[in-house]
């Protein structure tokens, strides 16, 4: 849901010069695509369910990831995933029919929101990785949320649905032209 949010945010204030209808879908999966990646540490991640064999796959990724919200959840590996993508994206797809950049940022913003999420949650996050310790928001731990605890349930996600659609109503003409891009 954050995820969903933070490309709609980014979507009317950085809008693309251009994007077509197949840009447009990937965007969306890709964004929330991105927001399952950092937890593919976790071999119960539901992205493994939907892939053949993803239960060894999953497995053996999470020695790669090194552990759960090790280097998936800082810096460095954001880094090192959007260096991947940048170069993977547009040999792999069919650029004049998806817009790899586009496809690039939607990905960024899902991981980037499920990292920030976590850093809101008791357990913080090792944004530093690989030094060991972890931060968080607000800084003392005492004030942060336990995942899928009330807070989570009764103010992040009514207060990111309530976010989600007055930005909408406030952002109309950009959103509306975005779409205007895609009808064209
Ligand atoms: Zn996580």
Not at 136 to 162: D, Q
Request: aromatic share 16%; charged share 15%; proline share 7%.
């Amino acid at each position: 849901m954050l995820a969903f949010s933070s490309l709609v945010s980014a979507a009317a204030y950085f809008p693309p010069s251009d994007i077509n209808l197949p840009t447009l879908f990937a965007a969306f999966v890709g964004c929330t695509v991105g927001s399952l990646i950092p937890d593919m540490d976790q071999g119960s991640n539901r992205l493994w369910d939907l892939l053949p064999g993803g239960d060894f796959v999953g497995r053996v990724f999470r020695r790669v990831f090194l552990g759960h919200r090790s280097l998936s959840h800082s810096l460095l590996g954001l880094y090192i995933f959007y260096r991947l993508m940048d170069w993977f994206l547009p040999r792999l797809l069919n650029t004049p029919f998806i817009d790899p950049q586009v496809l690039l940022w939607s990905v960024m913003i899902g991981l980037v929101s499920h990292v920030a999420a976590d850093g809101l949650t008791e357990e913080g996050i090792p944004l530093f990785f690989p030094f060991g310790f972890k931060v968080g928001f607000p800084p003392i731990r005492r004030w942060r949320i336990k995942t899928g605890g009330w807070f989570e349930n009764l103010v992040i996600f009514p207060g990111t649905l309530a976010y989600l659609f007055f930005f909408i109503h406030g952002h109309q003409n950009q959103l509306l032209g975005l779409l205007r891009l895609v009808t064209g």
